[in-house]
Every structure is written in C-alpha cells, then in structure tokens.
C-alpha cells in the first residue's frame, strides 16, 4: 500500500473516534437536558419545637424587706362616767351642824361637810326629826335626781334651810334635833345631832329644804 493510502485510512479512523466521543449518551438522546452536576442537599424537616428554649418573664425583685402588717388598732373604749362610783352620802360620810339663823321663826341652817377620802352626793332632802317628839319635818321645794345631786368633794359642804314656826301655843319647844342622809336604799345610818335651842316646833308647820351649794339659797326658798 502506498504512503498515501496509509494516510488516508489513518484520518478515516480518527474521524471515526472524535464523531463517537461527541454524540449523545447511552442514557438521552442527542440535544436532551443534561444530567444535574451536583448531588442536591438535604432537606431541613421542620419540628414543632422552636429553635430556642422560651424566656422566663423575669420575676421582680423585692425592693426590701416585706413590710410587716399593722395590727389591728382595739377598739375605743366607750366613754365612762367619772363618777359612776360616786355613791349618795350617809351620816358615815359627813359632819353636821345646825345654826340659828331667824330667832323669830326659829329658822335654822343646816350644814353638812364631807368628812371622807372620796366623793359622795348628797340626795334630796335631810330627814330631820325633832327631839324626842314623833314624826319629822316636810320636805320644802323640789330636790334634783340622783344623777344632778350636789357631788361633795372631801372638805366641801351642802346647806338645807329648816323652818320652825310661830310661838302660837299650839306647838312644843325642843333643844335639839336629829338628821339622817337621803340615801335611796335601806342603809341603816347613825342619826346626827345637833343643839337647837328654844326651836318651836308646829304641829304640820316643820319643813325642811333640799340640800343646795350654798347657805343663801337654803334659807331663801
């Protein structure tokens, strides 16, 4: 075979190999999509949980020491009567005297004085009897409740007016006379004397005042 032949065939083969390399391959025709390059990644699987832990809401902090609660305030007392315990006057709780005051009409003033460490209220009116005679004198005027009665402080004095009568002959004359407290219970008291010279004494015409804060207005009514 000639040099030129050889040469020939050579290029036939060549052609040959280049069209084979260039065509399509075993798997697409020619001019179809070629194969993806790369692997393609995974896909993220979402979760219901979130991606990080919920923040706890922040809890405030004292701002000092817990503040203690105040007791409860007690009660007002209720309002007292300072001298609820003031008790009436008895002859245990007193001196007494008697002053003539009115020779004409054997007027007298009756004093009593608070002897004690403790006040006392002197009640109404004095119960005074004459002597050895019976009965006693009529109570003369009106006389304040216990709750106004005259309230005696130790050494303080309550005055009653004693009326006596007119010499008419029809009444005795007595020397002496005899007082006990008004004390609105059944205290049994030791009665107290006083000298009452030349005191006439009427039949129903004795009477006796209330025992008031002074001499002026016990002989005035």
Not at 11 to 32: I, K, Q
Request: one cysteine or more; hydrophobic letters at 35%.
């Amino acid at each position: 075979m000639s040099t030129f032949r050889r040469s020939a065939v050579v290029l036939v083969a060549l052609a040959a190999v280049t069209l084979t390399a260039c065509g399509p391959g075993e798997d697409g025709a020619a001019g179809g999509p070629a194969a993806p390059s790369a692997t393609p990644s995974k896909s993220v699987t979402p979760t219901d949980a979130p991606t990080k832990a919920p923040t706890k809401p922040a809890t405030e902090a004292p701002t000092g020491a817990p503040t203690k609660a105040p007791a409860p305030s007690k009660p007002a007392s209720p309002s007292v009567d300072p001298d609820y315990d003031v008790f009436p006057c008895s002859t245990f709780d007193v001196t007494f005297t008697a002053t003539l005051a009115e020779p004409t009409t054997s007027s007298y003033l009756l004093k009593i004085t608070n002897k004690g460490s403790k006040p006392c209220r002197a009640l109404g009116h004095p119960v005074v009897t004459f002597g050895d005679l019976d009965g006693q004198a009529v109570e003369r005027g009106p006389a304040p409740g216990i709750e106004d009665a005259i309230r005696l402080a130790p050494g303080q004095s309550a005055y009653a007016g004693l009326m006596g009568g007119l010499k008419d002959g029809s009444g005795t004359t007595v020397h002496s006379i005899a007082m006990t407290m008004s004390t609105d219970s059944d205290l049994e008291q030791k009665p107290l004397k006083a000298s009452t010279p030349g005191l006439y004494v009427s039949p129903d015409k004795n009477s006796v005042t209330a025992w008031m804060t002074n001499a002026e207005d016990a002989l005035s009514l």
